[in-house]
């Protein structure tokens, strides 16, 4: 049933509403610019809020594409009236007054979900370099906002961020929650040292949980804090015994520390990320870069 929603909300309605807008008839300037609306809304929140990771990216990008393509096409049909129609019988109006209904509720939590791609002080953020190099990787949870990034409402994660490998068809797994930890892109990955720093802690000794489970009583797992820059930066759920560093060893960028795993409470394999200073979350950029949900990166 999960899937299905994704699929719903990602993929065919959004396709389904760009294909209709690609048919329909543009009575009026004020009418296209609510079809405009309308059918961006379902874009934009498939392509912001939606987890494009479990559906495939590319196929997302191909959705914004075509949306852009066909709104460009209608621009260039347009009529000069401005007066709004709102149809010749009761089938049209009443498919103009739930198309209203629907961009208002969706356009706006897309819009609200674009706020979380920014940060209040870009000065307070530590600055890192990628700490996986060895594909295409994808924010599965990211951003300033609980929309698109459930770690938002909890003080102690503020700005954690989640991240997943894609495969070559750009989904993060085959199927929901393979139970076979290889079949996640992610797993085994080498996780490699963000900054120039000294490790804080190690912690280590737990299992990989078979998906969905999750292990109780340890929420990171196997896990590394390492000092950087003067924030303390932790990085979780990483394989049972493949921690290569100890506590006070100074380590470089770009040192390997171990593999990404499943330990802890994790209901598939990924890497979380998160760092504070002074026992404040504050956020993390890559590279310059704040990464927020479907944000990529090789």
Not at 108 to 119: Q, R, T
Not at 161 to 190: C, V
């Amino acid at each position: 049933m999960t899937f299905f929603l994704l699929l719903l909300n990602q993929v065919i309605l959004p396709l389904t509403f760009t294909v209709l807008f690609h048919h329909s008839e543009v009575k009026s300037r004020s009418n296209f610019i609510l079809q405009f609306l309308f059918t961006g809304s379902f874009v934009l929140f498939a392509l912001v809020i939606g987890s494009q990771s479990w559906t495939s990216i590319f196929l997302g990008y191909i959705i914004g594409i075509t949306f852009l393509v066909v709104s460009i096409k209608k621009i260039q049909e347009l009529p000069k009236t401005w007066s709004f129609k709102l149809g010749d019988n009761w089938k049209q109006i009443s498919s103009v007054i739930v198309q209203i209904l629907l961009t208002v509720l969706f356009l706006p939590l897309s819009i609200y979900g674009i706020s979380g791609y920014f940060i209040e002080d870009d000065n307070s953020a530590v600055n890192l370099t990628y700490p996986l190099q060895d594909g295409l990787y994808i924010v599965g949870h990211g951003g300033s906002n609980p929309i698109i990034n459930y770690h938002n409402v909890s003080e102690s994660q503020t700005y954690a961020l989640d991240i997943l490998k894609l495969n070559f068809i750009g989904i993060r797994t085959w199927g929901m929650y393979p139970k076979q930890l290889e079949r996640y892109a992610i797993y085994e990955d080498n996780l490699y040292s963000p900054c120039d720093g000294t490790v804080l802690k190690v912690d280590k000794g737990y299992q990989d949980m078979i998906p969905p489970q999750r292990g109780d009583g340890h929420p990171a797992g196997n896990h590394v804090i390492i000092e950087c820059r003067n924030a303390e930066v932790t990085l979780a759920h990483m394989k049972e015994n493949s921690i290569v560093v100890d506590s006070l060893d100074a380590v470089k960028v770009g040192d390997l520390l171990g593999k990404v795993g499943n330990s802890g409470n994790t209901s598939e394999p990924h890497l979380h990320i998160h760092a504070e200073k002074e026992g404040k979350v504050i956020p993390i950029k890559f590279n310059g870069r704040f990464l927020v949900r479907n944000s990529l990166f090789w």
